[in-house]
């Protein structure tokens, strides 16, 4: 740092030893001196004697051009007001060569500062469980918007210290004037810019704040409704947050349309044309997304489900999670999270489970299919059945469970066992302990619940074609075959 100082310095002070003879066209050299043997002593000599003949220059032009200087009393005061200017134009260069460096010092204590309180309470940056940004990369960010900002002063600095110095000599006043309106200019254009934006600003002020009012109103009344605290007839709570969310999105885009010829620039056609390019963006990019938005809003109106309902969507069971204008998230028994995009649910077959659960309802019901032979009277299957649904837990007794005699095949029945139950949550344990107890109940009545199987393997030489004299020994194997089968059926079960 100290070496980037002494070059500014050295840059400053070489302008004003040679601003002088910007004005200056004639004048004597300077008495000689007799200079020590070194280079850099001639150098000195060298920039001293360019100094006074530019000095002695400039007292001729300006005694030739005021008739009022004709002394050389008059002569002398001039030459001392250059020498004065000079010597303020060298205290300014140097008061700013310690403002840069007592700034300079000053941004680096600070970043020491920084760092350390930075370590211990600075926090990595989180959303939800995504992590952006850990605590070294924030700290490494700020310190670069420091140094950005210290550069940015330093600039600033010198930047008014050039104007100041040109402001001290005649002939580079105008060129301080040029440079003080560019840095002067700006600043006035923004202040007088603001001041007559102040009724804009004031009438966009009133209309925000119209707005956000209005909006608090829409959220008590939602939000009295979602709890049942204000009923409206027609209108289930569970609609009260999609219509509020709706009402707001409207009102902010109503908003948008009135105080927008009150902003800076929306006449102009740049800002219209960003306008026209930005809409014509979105549309064309979020088509998908605006069709599951709209379906969203049509599946909430609709009210198939909500929030912790057992459904089924596209064969996939679960409990539902997560319900928005764009997916519906379910999650599995298996703790398996499923992702539907609204316009899948929308054209999906949905099965809900819950509403057979409410307390005006028999409740959901759960049913089981197995078959069993001819040969074991149906009243007993049916007292088996109905006594193993009866002993498992969650499942109602009033409706009592129930026998349905589905089919009847070439070597068994199909029954079919109904029982009721509200445990929605439940329904996985209630199935295994109901198949559980129906195995329990077969058992204990010495009943065997497999079905045997038969099949006949042919040799690899006869099984595209069959030879005449085969034929009898292969009929007498089927048919000894089927009666084997007739005598040993005696029942299969197919649990569902």
Request: charged share 20%; glycine share 6%; hydrophobic share 45%.
């Amino acid at each position: 740092m100290g070496g980037t100082i002494y070059r500014i310095f050295f840059v400053l002070l070489c302008g004003i030893l040679l601003l002088p003879g910007v004005f200056a066209q004639e004048g004597t050299a300077s008495p000689e001196v007799e200079p020590p043997d070194t280079s850099v002593l001639e150098a000195v000599e060298d920039s001293t004697a360019s100094i006074s003949t530019s000095v002695e220059k400039a007292l001729e032009k300006a005694v030739e051009e005021n008739p009022v200087i004709q002394t050389v009393e008059d002569a002398g005061e001039v030459r001392m007001g250059l020498w004065i200017r000079l010597g303020i134009a060298f205290g300014v260069v140097i008061l700013q060569i310690f403002i840069i460096w007592l700034v300079w010092q000053l941004f680096k204590v600070f970043a020491r500062r920084l760092v350390d309180y930075g370590k211990t309470r600075i926090k990595p940056l989180k959303i939800k469980k995504l992590k952006l940004l850990d605590t070294p990369q924030i700290l490494n960010m700020l310190l670069f918007f420091l140094r950005l900002l210290k550069y940015l002063v330093t600039f600033f600095q010198l930047f008014i210290t050039v104007p100041i110095v040109f402001s001290l000599f005649p002939a580079t006043e105008k060129l301080a004037s040029i440079l003080f309106g560019y840095i002067l200019t700006p600043f006035k254009n923004i202040l007088f810019g603001t001041i007559a934006y102040i009724p804009n600003l004031i009438t966009i002020g009133v209309i925000v704040f119209v707005t956000r009012y209005v909006i608090r109103g829409l959220k008590f009344f939602s939000t009295q409704i979602q709890r049942e605290k204000l009923a409206i007839p027609g209108f289930y709570p569970d609609w009260a947050s999609p219509t509020f969310n709706i009402l707001r999105v409207l009102l902010w885009a109503f908003t948008v349309a009135i105080i927008y010829p009150y902003l800076p620039g929306s006449e102009s056609r740049i800002f219209q044309g960003v306008s026209v390019f930005v809409g014509i963006i979105f549309s064309l990019g979020s088509s998908s997304a605006i069709g599951n938005l709209v379906a969203g809003l049509v599946v909430t109106y609709m009210r198939p489900f909500k929030i912790g309902d057992r459904i089924q969507i596209q064969g996939n069971t679960g409990i539902l999670v997560e319900k928005t204008l764009m997916v519906v998230r379910i999650k599995t028994h298996k703790n398996e999270y499923i992702t539907f995009p609204n316009l899948q649910v929308l054209s999906a077959s949905i099965i809900n489970y819950n509403t057979s659960s409410d307390e005006d309802e028999e409740g959901l019901v759960l049913y089981a299919e197995i078959t069993f032979g001819y040969g074991t009277p149906w009243k007993l299957v049916h007292e088996i059945l109905i006594e193993a649904a009866s002993k498992t837990e969650h499942v109602l007794q009033s409706p009592r469970p129930f026998v349905l005699q589905t089919a009847l095949d070439d070597f068994y029945c199909h029954y079919q066992i109904n029982c009721f139950t509200k445990e929605i949550d439940r329904i996985p344990s209630i199935y295994s302990e109901l198949f559980q107890n129906i195995q329990d109940g077969f058992h204990a009545q010495g009943l065997d619940m497999t079905a045997p199987h038969f099949r006949i393997n042919l040799p690899p030489e006869s099984a595209m074609y069959t030879p005449p004299e085969d034929l009898k020994s292969v009929a007498a194997a089927v048919k000894r075959t089927g009666k084997k089968k007739t005598d040993t059926k005696k029942g299969s079960t197919d649990l569902r």
